[in-house]
């Protein structure tokens, strides 16, 4: 399938040379080759297994045993340098959290790993989750939240430090319709005040409202990269939702859902 290349001045601020990695003796990505310019908002899209969450985790560090190379403003984080951390935000698809802490004192505590003082740490989330209106609920334990009221401690905890490159895995996980628009905005803004965001979902009609650029894993390999103008004229297909099926071959929806519903009424498939 063609890649489209992407022409941008901006600062190259993520760079992964001939990615590759193996688990078990499979191959999960397959020499993926990106170059991430100031101020883009990427949508890293693929389907389930493709390889977009353990792409993450390598270029945060918390994968190893891959080969190719990996750099984050112009250093190869393999260097040993792990500076470039602090200037990184990260939403996990699965993140922990610490449930028995309050909202206070895990935003504070996150706050102070990535060196702010304490009192400025507590002030800031205190803002931040009032602008969320959640300040409220700012001393309660996180185990009494709501899947969505947890996921936005997760995401205010990982812009608390003001960073300048953003990797979300999922983010919209468990939020309801207004607050995935207020999330959409704060992204939209955050890149167009310089920051950089790095962003996988399977929620195709965000990504392809808030991405100025959509990079498409398949079976661990780019196979498509573009503005979704570009994608969308390429594939004649009208919306995202169209182009991902085209691209990733998959007309069989009608066919596995009959198939799916037969074995669970008859216990077999006609
Ligand atoms: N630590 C691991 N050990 C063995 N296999 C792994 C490991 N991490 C990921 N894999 C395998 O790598 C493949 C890609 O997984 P990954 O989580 O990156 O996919 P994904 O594109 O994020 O999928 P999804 O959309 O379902 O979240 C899968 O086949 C998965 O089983």
Do not use: W
């Not at 397959?30 to 353990?54: E, F, H, M, R």
């Not at 990535?114 to 931040?128: F, S, T």
């Not at 650029?213 to 004649?236: N, P």
């Amino acid at each position: 399938m063609e890649v489209l290349i992407i022409n941008c001045n901006e600062e190259r601020v993520l760079s992964l040379k001939n990615v590759t990695i193996h688990f078990d003796g499979k191959q999960v990505l397959d020499g993926i080759n990106l170059d991430v310019y100031q101020g883009q908002i990427i949508g890293y899209i693929g389907p389930n297994g493709a390889g977009k969450s353990t792409t993450l985790k390598i270029i945060l560090g918390l994968v190893d045993g891959y080969d190719g190379e990996v750099e984050i403003f112009g250093r190869n984080i393999a260097a040993g340098n792990h500076t470039y951390k602090r200037k990184i935000g990260y939403v996990a698809e699965n993140a922990e959290i610490y449930d028995n802490l309050t909202a206070c004192e895990y935003l504070t505590f996150i706050g102070e790993l990535y060196g702010i003082d304490r009192v400025l740490a507590e002030d800031k989330a205190l803002k931040l989750m009032r602008a969320f209106e959640m300040d409220d609920v700012f001393h309660t334990r996180i185990s009494s939240f709501s899947k969505g009221m947890r996921q936005k401690v997760l995401i205010i905890s990982s812009l608390l430090h003001d960073p300048d490159l953003i990797f979300l895995d999922e983010p919209l996980s468990g939020l309801d319709a207004n607050s995935v628009m207020i999330i959409k905005d704060i992204l939209e803004q955050l890149a167009s005040r310089g920051k950089t965001i790095f962003y996988s979902s399977h929620i195709m009609d965000v990504v392809e409202k808030i991405s100025n650029r959509i990079v498409l894993l398949i079976d661990g390999k780019i196979a498509a990269d573009g503005t979704f103008e570009e994608l969308r004229e390429q594939s004649k297909q009208g919306s995202l939702e169209g182009i991902f099926n085209q691209l990733t071959g998959f007309d069989e929806h009608q066919h596995t859902a009959e198939k799916f519903v037969d074995i669970v009424m008859d216990g077999e498939e006609k």
